[in-house]
């Protein structure tokens, strides 16, 4: 299994994912906007943009899978009907790990950098974002080492 590429490919989605959270820290770290500014544009990012990232990175992940497939000689429906288990497994390790990456990425380490750069977000409770990131960090290691230990031959 190519873990570099596992982590690669989620590591991309979930920075995408989550940019509607970042541009606005990057603006006041970098003095380009003031706080207000910047609050004002993480509000609009965040509250109608949010699921246009998301989906813009789910899209950007589906095409990376399919090139990494391709790479690794899935050209053809036969190739597919017979290495299907690989594929769908690395499909869900990426997709878990992704949603993994982007919980942990956006509710928790940019939303407390945030704070930190004297955004206001502090108003909002986002205490779900560590218990749950930490649920599904364990499930991503849980679901990996199952999927490394029963892959299958054909892979």
């Known amino acids: 299994m190519d873990h570099k590429a596992i982590l690669a490919l989620s590591s991309v989605s979930a920075l995408i994912a989550g940019l509607c959270c970042?541009?606005?820290?990057?603006?006041?770290?970098?003095?380009?906007?003031?706080?207000?500014?910047?609050?004002?544009?993480?509000?609009?990012?965040?509250?109608?943009?949010?699921?246009?990232?998301?989906?813009?990175?789910?899209?950007?992940?589906a095409a990376a899978l399919i090139i990494y497939f391709r790479r690794r000689g899935v050209c053809t429906l036969m190739e597919v009907k017979r290495r299907r288990k690989w594929?769908?497994?690395?499909?869900?390790?990426?997709?878990?790990?992704?949603?993994?990456?982007?919980?942990?990425?956006?509710?928790?380490?940019?939303?407390?950098?945030?704070?930190?750069a004297g955004l206001p977000w502090a108003q909002y409770d986002e205490s779900w974002a560590i218990p749950t990131s930490a649920a599904l960090a364990t499930f991503t290691v849980l679901l990996f080492f199952f999927i490394s230990r029963y892959r299958t031959p054909d892979a």
């Open 87 to 116: 594929l769908l497994n690395m499909s869900l390790l990426v997709l878990v790990t992704s949603t993994t990456a982007y919980i942990l990425w956006a509710y928790v380490a940019l939303h407390y950098w945030g704070i930190a």
């Open 22 to 61: 970042l541009t606005p820290i990057v603006l006041v770290l970098l003095g380009i906007a003031s706080i207000s500014v910047a609050a004002s544009l993480g509000n609009v990012l965040y509250g109608d943009y949010r699921w246009l990232f998301r989906l813009v990175s789910l899209l950007l992940t």
